[in-house]
């Protein structure tokens, strides 16, 4: 009696975790116009965000506006494994649990927020 219980917990405990939705960083998105160029350094075009092991990856785009002559960037981070991260520079990204859009909360202010939608 007291193991068909314990074997019960157990398959209803992973039950419900494989049902939880797990973010997915990767992928390539399109910037969404959000950020004011004329005061900010804003991200373009393409967001590419990479895994390179299982606990990194990278992000890299184009910038425009006030970015000091830089043109691109490219940023290594420790993959987070929630749906939100804070990153040095770039400020609090979310990503929808839906896993298709990333918002960027800029420490500079909600001028140079940034948004990008999960390209098809």
């Given at each position: 009696m007291f193991?068909?219980?314990l074997f019960l917990i157990t398959l209803?405990?992973?039950t419900i975790s494989?049902?939880?939705t797990k973010p997915n960083w990767s992928?390539?998105?399109n910037v969404t116009p959000l950020c004011n160029r004329d005061v900010c350094c804003c991200?373009?075009?393409e967001v590419n965000v990479?895994?390179?092991a299982y606990f990194f990856m990278?992000?890299?785009g184009k910038l425009v506006?006030?970015?000091n002559g830089l043109s691109t960037f490219f940023l290594p981070a420790i993959k987070p494994s929630t749906f939100s991260t804070k990153l040095p520079i770039v400020g609090v990204m979310n990503l929808s649990e839906d896993s298709t859009l990333v918002t960027v909360e800029s420490p500079l202010g909600t001028h140079c927020n940034g948004r990008a939608v999960r390209k098809s």
């Open positions: 193991y068909s219980f209803n405990i992973a494989s049902y939880e992928g390539t998105f991200l373009s075009g990479k895994e390179i990278t992000l890299s506006g006030q970015c």
